[in-house]
């Protein structure tokens, strides 16, 4: 009896990003690439009567042989090309050339720009998302490229932005995360520019995001409804704009159940984002009156979390409450289960990819889309003590 066969596992292809697109979008692109440029070629009249064998079209176009089969085979679908005679040469036929539509038209080239530094590294939730918009834009002519950059800090990068545009040539421009200092640089460059996520200060350019002023108002219900009061949220390197946003959210609802909102506590802040400065802040807090409930903007906040309240010898949830504004795949991993919020990245690029599809709407200034998070209750959480 033969031993049974162990299928391979596959591997995900988006696991690891590089600083220019990985995975399968890069792949499809180049096929759809390598079919554009070989439409331009026939419809300009290139060659005569044959096309040139794969190998040497896959050296011109500079893909693999295997990608240029692809693209030969669409490209024969279509009537354009066939093989035929002894030596299966890929004949031209002109005349369907002639009556078809221009289907080798130029592709348009969008632009990814994700932070790489800081509390930003790129993750599991960017790496969602460029293979939903590859999927929601690559049949429809879009070659989309991907780069990290160093802005997390929120200075302005004008001149490594305007290299990377100058590579790329894009038509739009997508930002992760994106800052007020790239707002107003995609203003003044003219260069059609949509954020998802991030802070827009006083500039102007369609935003589509998960809402953290939502997540935390919906957290912040649950945990009074709990008997909480004493409540901190720490703001570590985040833009004034953002941090002031969530403050007077923060406030505003521990006022509506007359409790009071102590700045310094409630919210300690930090410009810096790496774990000390993250202990600190629960110094400042913990220095006043011992917390009930702690509320994480992202992952490696939580983990920095959980931690510190264990150190002290405080039980989660008995002693304090832990709640993070994200999510992670590896959530399930840890015990108790995590109480967060899960990030509907498909409406994130289904809508980006809606506004793509019209750069018409680029213009339309008031285009700002939040999306809700959705609450996972999880077992972090319990009646404040």
Same mark, same amino acid.
Request: with cysteine.
């Given at each position: ?17 590089? /600083? ?47 990608? @240029?089969?692809?693209?030969?085979? +669409? ?31 130029? !592709? +348009? ?12 590294? %790129? ?6 998302? !460029? ?47 994106? /800052? ?25 350019? %369609? ?26 949220? %720490? ?8 941090? !002031? ?33 993250? +202990? ?7 220095? @006043? ?49 995590? /109480? ?25 200034? /008031?285009?700002?889309?939040?999306? +809700? ?13």
């Amino acid at each position: 009896m033969q031993p049974k066969k162990t299928r391979k596992k596959r591997k995900n292809p988006m696991e690891n990003l590089s /600083t220019n697109l990985a995975g399968p979008v890069e792949k499809d692109s180049r096929v759809l690439q390598a079919e554009m440029a070989l439409r331009r070629n026939l419809r300009s009249g290139s060659w005569d009567k044959y096309v040139p064998g794969i190998r040497i079209l896959a050296t011109s176009f500079g893909v693999s042989p295997a990608t @240029m089969v692809k693209a030969v085979d +669409r490209v024969r679908r279509d009537g354009w090309i066939s093989n035929e005679g002894a030596r299966l040469r890929f004949v031209i036929h002109r005349d369907v050339i002639l009556k078809s539509k221009g289907k080798e038209a130029f !592709l +348009r080239t969008l632009l990814i720009l994700a932070p790489k530094s800081g509390r930003t590294e %790129p993750a599991r939730g960017t790496s969602q998302l !460029l293979l939903q918009l590859w999927e929601n834009l690559a049949h429809k002519g879009w070659n989309i490229r991907f780069h990290l950059d160093d802005y997390a800090s929120g200075k302005r990068r004008q001149k490594q932005w305007d290299e990377i545009v100058e590579l790329e040539k894009p038509m739009a421009v997508v930002s992760i995360l994106g /800052t007020p200092a790239m707002a107003a640089w995609a203003r003044e460059a003219k260069i059609p520019m949509f954020f998802c996520g991030g802070s827009l200060g006083d500039y102007s350019v %369609p935003l589509i995001g998960i809402s953290s002023s939502l997540m935390l108002e919906e957290a912040l219900d649950h945990l009074l409804a709990l008997g909480h009061k004493n409540i901190i949220l %720490p703001l570590c390197e985040r833009t004034p704009s953002f941090a !002031l946003n969530l403050k007077s959210v923060f406030s505003k609802k521990l006022v509506s159940m007359h409790h009071d909102f102590i700045n310094e506590f409630n919210t300690p802040m930090s410009d810096k984002s790496d774990v000390a400065s993250f +202990r600190a802040c629960l110094d400042q807090s913990f220095a @006043m009156k011992k917390p009930t409930a702690i509320i994480c903007l992202d992952w490696r906040e939580y983990i920095a979390a959980l931690f510190y309240v264990q150190e002290k010898g405080l039980n989660v949830p008995k002693d304090v409450s832990l709640v993070v504004l994200s999510y992670d795949h590896s959530a399930d991993w840890f015990k108790p289960l995590p /109480t967060h919020f899960l990030h509907p990245i498909d409406k994130l690029a289904s809508t980006l990819a809606t506004w793509l599809e019209d750069l018409s709407t680029y213009n339309n200034f /008031t285009l700002d889309a939040k999306v +809700r998070g959705l609450w996972q209750k999880g077992e972090t959480i319990a009646k404040a003590k």
